[in-house]
C-alpha cells in the first residue's frame, strides 16, 4: 500500500493545484489522455490568441496553475520558461550553457532539448539532450540543484542526445542518465538532487518511463538501451530484465498501461501486449503488421491506436487480441504525436497537420483536419480544456477551444 499512496500522493498534489494539470510528457498518467476533458465541437477554423518565440527542440510545454513550463534552446543555450497560459507572457526564464553536436544521422531533428520537463510540488525538473538533470523554482525559476554525470559515465546522452522524459514518484525524481552502453538508472532527491538509488541496467534508451500498479504494488517500466525492465520505484531493486534490442539501439517508443497489460513496441519490432508476472512479462499477443518507431500509441475503450514505422500509417487494434481493425489508406506523416480528448483522437504530425479521429469505429473516421504550423512540430499537442497549444520548430502558438 505504500507504493499505492506515494503515487497517489503526487497525482492529488497536482491535481488540487488547479481543475486542469499536464504536468509531465504525455499527461497526468504519462499515457496521452486528458483527464476530464468534455466533448468538443470541432470548428471549421482555430482562432490563434498568441503566439511566441520559445527555441527549437522536441520538448512538449506542460501546463500547471494557468503556467505552461517550455523547455527549448534558444541562442545556443537551454532555456526553461514560464508563461502564462491566457497572454503568452514570459514570467521568467533560466538558461543554461549546453553546447551540442548532434549525430550526422539526426541532423535534421535539430540540437534539442529533447526530453520534456515533468512539474511536482512547486519544482519543474529538466533533463537536457547532453544528459544534464536540473531541478528548478516553479514560482521564480530560481536553480535549486544541477547535476552534471561526466565523470561518472565515459558519455553523458546516448548517440542521437537525451530524449527519455523524467517522471516523479513521491520524493523521487527519476532519470536514466549516462550514455552507450554504460549508465544509470536512478532516482534523485527532489529537494537537493542527491542520488537516492541506481538501478542495475544499461545504457538509456530514447523511451520515457511509467508507473504501473503489478498486483499489490508499483512498477517503473521503461526500455533502456538494449532491455526491457521492471524496477521498484522507490528502491531501484531490478524485479525484471528481458532483452529488447533495435537496430542502432533506437528503442523509442514510450510503454502504454491497458488495464492488467503492457503495449510496447520499437523500431523493426511488432506491437506486443504483456501481461507482467513477478518473473517479468508473459506475450499475451504480437501484431508484426504494425511496428512502431518514435510515435507513442493512446488507448480508447478496448482499442489501441498508434503510428505504423514503414508506411507512416496510423492505425487501430483490438487490445485484448492485437487483431488489426483499421489502418489509414495513405502515408499521414514521418511522424504523430497521439492525444485522447472525450473519446476523439488527435494525431499531430511532423508536417504541422491536426487530424481528429472518431474512435470505436469500423475503418478510419477523420472528424475535422486542420493544418496548425508551417515548421516541424515533433512536440504533443496540449489541451488545456480552454486554449489548444502547438510547439512548431522554434514556436509556441495557442489556439481558442471553442
Not at 62 to 86: H, K, N, P, W
Not at 87 to 109: F, R
Not at 341 to 366: F, H, P, Q, Y
Request: neutral net charge; aromatic residues 10%; proline residues 6%.
Amino acid at each position: 500500500m505504500r507504493w499505492v499512496f506515494a503515487f497517489w500522493l503526487v497525482s492529488c498534489s497536482v491535481l488540487h493545484a488547479e481543475s486542469f494539470s499536464w504536468p509531465q510528457w504525455r499527461g497526468l498518467n504519462r499515457d496521452g489522455v486528458v483527464d476530464g476533458a468534455a466533448a468538443v465541437q470541432w470548428p471549421t477554423k482555430w482562432k490563434k490568441c498568441w503566439s511566441i518565440e520559445v527555441g527549437e527542440g522536441h520538448a512538449s510545454p506542460i501546463v500547471v496553475d494557468q503556467v505552461i513550463y517550455q523547455f527549448g534552446r534558444l541562442d545556443d543555450q537551454e532555456t526553461l520558461s514560464a508563461i502564462d497560459l491566457s497572454t503568452g507572457k514570459v514570467q521568467w526564464s533560466v538558461q543554461n550553457e549546453a553546447p551540442y553536436e548532434m549525430n550526422k544521422a539526426a541532423l535534421g531533428h535539430g540540437k534539442g532539448p529533447k526530453s520534456t520537463p515533468v512539474y511536482a510540488d512547486g519544482k519543474v525538473f529538466t533533463l537536457g539532450i547532453s544528459g544534464i538533470l536540473s531541478g528548478v523554482d516553479a514560482k521564480n525559476g530560481k536553480l535549486l540543484w544541477r547535476r552534471e554525470f561526466a565523470k561518472v559515465n565515459p558519455m553523458t546522452s546516448p548517440l542521437y542526445g537525451t530524449s527519455m522524459s523524467p517522471m516523479v514518484t513521491g520524493k523521487v525524481v527519476i532519470a536514466h542518465v549516462g550514455g552507450p552502453d554504460k549508465g544509470e538508472l536512478s532516482g534523485f532527491d527532489v529537494e537537493t538532487g542527491k542520488t537516492i538509488w541506481t538501478a542495475s541496467t544499461d545504457g538509456p534508451g530514447y523511451t520515457s518511463p511509467i508507473v504501473m500498479k503489478v498486483g499489490q504494488s508499483m512498477q517503473l517500466i521503461t526500455q533502456t538501451q538494449s532491455s526491457f525492465v521492471g524496477i521498484d520505484p522507490l528502491s531501484g531493486k531490478l524485479l525484471w530484465k528481458t532483452p529488447f534490442t533495435t537496430s542502432y539501439d533506437q528503442n523509442s517508443v514510450t510503454p502504454l498501461s491497458v488495464g492488467e497489460l503492457i503495449i510496447s513496441s520499437g523500431y523493426n519490432q511488432p506491437l506486443t501486449a504483456s501481461s507482467i508476472t513477478p518473473a517479468g512479462p508473459k506475450v499475451m499477443w504480437k501484431n508484426k503488421a504494425v511496428p512502431m518507431f518514435m510515435s507513442s500509441p493512446v488507448v480508447v475503450g478496448d482499442r489501441i491506436y498508434g503510428m505504423t514505422m514503414q508506411r507512416q500509417k496510423l492505425f487501430c487494434v483490438q487490445a485484448k487480441s492485437g487483431e488489426l481493425v483499421w489502418e489509414s489508406e495513405k502515408r499521414v506523416g514521418e511522424n504523430a504525436a497521439l492525444i485522447v480528448v472525450d473519446r476523439d483522437i488527435l494525431a499531430l504530425t511532423t508536417e504541422g497537420n491536426l487530424m481528429v479521429l472518431k474512435s470505436g469505429t469500423a475503418e478510419m473516421e477523420v472528424i475535422a483536419q486542420y493544418k496548425v504550423a508551417e515548421t516541424p512540430t515533433w512536440a504533443h499537442p496540449v489541451w488545456t480544456g480552454k486554449y489548444l497549444l502547438i510547439k512548431d520548430l522554434k514556436t509556441l502558438t495557442a489556439y481558442e477551444i471553442p
